[in-house]
């Protein structure tokens, strides 16, 4: 059978089996499996080795694991079993995250907990020139594969991945002098547990996916801490649930920080917070006293 000829029969297969971008999926197999060898000759029992991913995938195990590896912004990551698989809509807050280290200037220094595979810490790494950064998972699987990824694409050792709660394993000397701290918490209401994909969950582990009975539990613990641990005009960036987006930014304003917007992402929605602490510390404590926090609610576009 020609290859076009087997990508036409995976693709029926996996539309069968309700996979939405069938024909993308099943060229994206065939390919894998044909690049084992060479594109004149595939290796010997390429055929039992794509029917093998086939059946996976028609039972719902994500394309990424098939595959091993997926892009994220301009990374391969590699990809495993048991830790959380990087969304498209976080390649917008990685982006966020690029664009305020980046203008921290030469030797910024980030903190990104929460960081699964390390997608995001992978994408400051590989995009700002000179930065630092402090990545931390609860889970020990996702610390591995994360020094895994972060180790191919930056051989000066400018990061380090912690194992432990939010920003608990930090150095305590960087206490007030971050320039940044980015997260993809976990931000799910307990309740949508009931209502998930197959593919997420039977693969993503929930202590990824949910925050607590409310959702945001670990972002509001993360905005108090990012006030303590962000240098004057620090910038904190949190990937959030969109329907809680506009609770978000009450609680950036009730904590202090001196500015707070939403970003929306690529479909539109308000998936982002980014939020300033005050550039001074009497004006933290001004703005704290004063209830005075400038808060552009909505600003996202
Ligand atoms: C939604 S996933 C995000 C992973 C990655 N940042 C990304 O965007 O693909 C959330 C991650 O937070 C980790 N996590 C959950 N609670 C944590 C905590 N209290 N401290 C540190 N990491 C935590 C989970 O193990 C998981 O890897």
Redesign the pocket.
Known sequence: MTHPAVVAEVTTRLAAAGIGPARAEARWLVQHVVAEGSAASPQPGWTDRLEALVRRRQAHEPLQLLLGSWPFRGVELLLEPG?????PE?EV?AGLAVEYAAAAGTGAVVA?????????AASLLAEVPGVTVHA????PR?VDLARRNLGRVDGANRFAVHH???LDPLPHGLRGHLDLLV?????LPAADADHLDAEVAGH??A???FGGEVGHE?VDRLLVLAMTWLRPAGVVVL?LDTRLAAAALTTAAGVGFATAELVRDLAGRQRALVARVPATAEAVGCTRDAGTVHHRAGAGS
């Not at 997260?183 to 931000?187: I, T």
Request: glycine fraction near 8%; aromatic fraction near 6%.
């Open positions: 830790v959380f698989l990087p969304r976080t807050v990104e907990p929460c960081t699964g595979s390390g997608a995001i931390t998972d609860i889970d996702a432990g709660d939010l997260a993809n918490p976990p931000y993503d582990p202590a990824a996916l670990v990937e």
